[in-house]
């Protein structure tokens, strides 16, 4: 059974940060395109950040950029995200997803696998 499992999500006051991590497990993810979503409530679903399969290529959209990094352990089928200078509208369910067709495809939300998500607050 393929999974990806978040883990990481907690309490953070305004200024701190986290780090989240997404473990696969069923099949190896080494070579496939990773990203992180979240959705708060009410809200549509927003794309955060991607990787491609090697960690060269990354993606952000400009209301993370600069405050959130992402990366990964192939050798783990990890990927984080490290979440800096939290805001209270950073506020959502975070979720990991992963796709073999590549970082264009994670980007518009369209990936095979998806998480169950854990959830960030961000106190003000």
């Known amino acids: 059974q393929v999974q990806l499992v978040e883990s990481g999500g907690g309490l953070v006051q305004a200024g701190g940060s986290l780090r989240l991590s997404c473990a696969g497990s069923?099949?190896?993810?080494?070579?496939?395109?990773m990203g992180w979503f979240r959705q708060a409530p009410g809200k549509e679903r927003e794309f955060v950040a991607a990787?491609?399969?090697?960690?060269?290529?990354?993606q952000y959209p400009d209301s993370v950029k600069g405050r959130f990094s992402i990366s990964r352990e192939n050798g783990k089928n990890t990927v984080y995200l490290q979440m800096n200078s939290l805001k209270p509208e950073d506020t959502a369910v975070y979720y990991c997803?992963?796709?073999?067709?590549?970082?264009?495809?994670?980007?518009?939300?369209?990936?095979?696998?998806w998480g169950k998500g854990t959830l960030v607050t961000v106190s003000s």
């Open positions: 997803a992963a796709d073999d067709k590549g970082l264009t495809t994670v980007v518009a939300g369209r990936s095979r696998y």
């Open positions: 990787i491609g399969w090697s960690g060269s290529s990354t």
């Open positions: 069923g099949r190896t993810f080494a070579y496939t395109a």
